[in-house]
Every structure is written in structure tokens, then in C-alpha cells.
């Protein structure tokens, strides 16, 4: 997906793990605005305080789909970004993608013909986009995936040394103690960023 200085992003659930990481790899393609969401003011305040996130959403107080529209002129935004898993989010996230434009979501378990969120991309006349690469491994297309793997990180590893790409640690625990957090993280209190497990 091609993301330049023309480019308006939504990503729900931008203090999640993988929420977080793509805040910043929007801004540091060039996006031309980064819209995002979050529940907690904690949240929101790393968002704009130290990643730079203008448009933050508190979808515990604001109506999503309104904010986005407000923010954007009415027209939607040109990508949308999901990888919440959240059927709730997906409901209001595909009213933000604006005609022409792409709704991705994260796996290969949303999104299907029929579904509603499906429907909904259809209605807006946008294109729903399964991020989905794990699908490809076993195919012909293996050997580019493997390569597509390696540049993208490589890519990562070099923002994070420059300085552009900044992980946020939540916390560090021991394999015995996963279960609690896994548990968190599925009730949707894991807190901001990620949970690196030490295995040594």
C-alpha cells in the first residue's frame, strides 16, 4: 500500500501493540494525516506526546465515525487501518474509509464476502484489503514473501536505530508468567505498546 505526502490514514487502537507501530511507520512514510483512537488518557497523551499523533480519538467518550469525518472535511479517510480484531471497531471503522479509497484488516478471519464489515467497505465503494501474508507461505509467491520479510526487518531495525520507529514497553515478564497477561491483553486491558516475554 502506497503511503505519501497526499495520503489520510485512520488506524484504530493506535496504543496497541501493533496500533503503535503504525502510527509511526505512517508518519515516517509521509503520511499526510494520521488519524487514531484510544480509551485511556494515558494512551492518549504517549500518542501525542511522544509520537506526535495530532488526531487522537477517545472512542470511550467520541463518536469515531463523526471525529473522522470532522477531521477530514467529510470525505473519509484514503486508508484505513484495523488490526484490533474488534468487531465493534470494524463496525465503525469501515464508515471512515472514504470512496476509492482501502479498508485493511489485520488476518485472514475478518472481512469475508457477506460479512457486515464487508458490506459496509462495498457501500462506500472502497476496497477491502486482507493484511494477510501468512497465506502466501506455502504458495509459489513463498521465495518474495521470504525476501518481502527480510527488507521490511531490516527496514524496522534501521528506524529503530535512527530513531523514527520507538517501541513502547509495557512490561517485561518470564514465560511462567504469561497466562495473566495474555488474559489482559483479551479483555483489552493489556495497557499501552508491548509485552516482551523473556524466554532465558
Do not use: C
Request: proline share 2%; charged share 25%.
Amino acid at each position: 500500500m502506497d503511503i505519501d505526502s497526499s495520503t489520510s490514514v485512520f488506524i484504530p487502537g493506535g496504543s496497541g501493540g501493533v496500533g503503535h507501530f503504525s502510527v509511526q511507520i505512517a508518519r515516517i512514510r509521509g503520511a499526510k494525516q494520521v488519524i487514531t483512537s484510544a480509551s485511556k488518557e494515558d494512551g492518549i497523551q504517549i500518542l501525542k506526546d511522544q509520537y506526535q499523533i495530532k488526531d487522537v480519538i477517545n472512542h470511550s467518550k467520541e463518536n469515531v465515525v463523526d471525529r473522522v469525518l470532522e477531521l477530514t472535511g467529510g470525505q473519509g479517510v484514503d486508508v484505513v487501518y484495523d488490526s484490533t480484531y474488534l468487531q465493534s471497531s470494524f463496525e465503525k471503522s469501515t464508515k471512515t474509509v472514504k470512496e476509492g479509497g482501502s479498508w485493511i484488516v489485520l488476518g485472514p478471519f475478518f472481512g469475508k464476502e457477506g460479512s457486515a464489515e464487508a458490506k459496509n467497505v462495498a457501500q462506500r465503494k472502497a476496497k477491502l484489503v486482507h493484511a494477510n501474508l501468512g497465506g502466501y507461505w506455502l504458495g509459489p509467491e513463498r521465495a518474495q514473501l521470504k525476501t518481502f520479510f527480510q527488507n521490511s526487518l531490516s527496514q524496522g531495525a534501521k528506524w529503530i536505530e535512527e530513531g523514527k520507529l520507538k517501541p513502547y514497553i509495557n512490561q517485561t515478564i518470564k514465560l511462567e508468567e504469561v497466562q495473566n497477561p495474555l488474559d489482559q491483553l483479551k479483555q483489552g486491558k493489556g495497557g499501552f505498546g508491548k509485552i516482551v516475554v523473556k524466554l532465558l
